[in-house]
């Protein structure tokens, strides 16, 4: 990678926490009809029961996650499929398509990337006993929210 191109790259990370932040705002307000509240990482323990990620490839190369316990796992699913939205399935199915969301919301937002950039399918990662580790060893672009009192955690993860 050449110099103007690192320095660029820097460039356009110093401003993605906002885009990224935005994003996961809107899509929680529309889809859930909920603000969110921000919040340290410090200050919540983010508990990793349900991991959603989506792979980004293109222009921007990483991977995007949204975790968070499974009861606010479960609350994600009910705010957005009703009260009938209890099965694992549903759950991990609705969090999945939370973090798509907020993948291509982000990335609409960056101005001559969008179009070069594709968004794989959503996976979800559930149960207590995991570690997630992406090999896109680069960039982390974090931020914390709370979503009815509990912290959901989305990171993006971009390839130096």
């Known amino acids: 990678m050449s110099t103007d191109i690192s320095s660029s790259a820097r460039a356009h990370k110093e401003n993605w926490l906002p885009i990224l932040e935005l994003a ?9 009809g909920c603000r969110l509240t921000p919040v340290t990482p410090s200050e919540h323990a983010v508990h990793g029961e349900f991991t959603a990620m989506v792979g980004l490839a293109g222009s921007l190369c990483g991977v995007l996650t949204v975790r968070c316990d499974a009861e ?15 099965a694992e399935q549903q759950v991990a ?4 398509e939370i973090c ?16 070069r950039c594709l968004l794989s399918v959503p996976t979800v990662i559930s149960g207590g006993e995991y570690k997630f580790r992406s090999m896109a060893d680069g960039e982390v ?16 993860q971009l390839q130096g």
């Open 93 to 96: 199915d609705a969090l999945g």
């Open 141 to 156: 672009v974090d931020t914390v929210r709370l979503f009815e009192g509990a912290p959901v955690a989305v990171c993006l």
């Open 100 to 115: 798509n969301m907020i993948a291509g919301n982000f990335k609409n937002k960056l101005a001559g990337k969008d179009e």
């Open 72 to 86: 606010t796992a479960r609350q994600v699913a009910k705010s957005m499929l009703g009260d009938a939205a209890d």
């Open 24 to 32: 996961v705002e809107e899509v929680f307000e529309i889809m859930l």
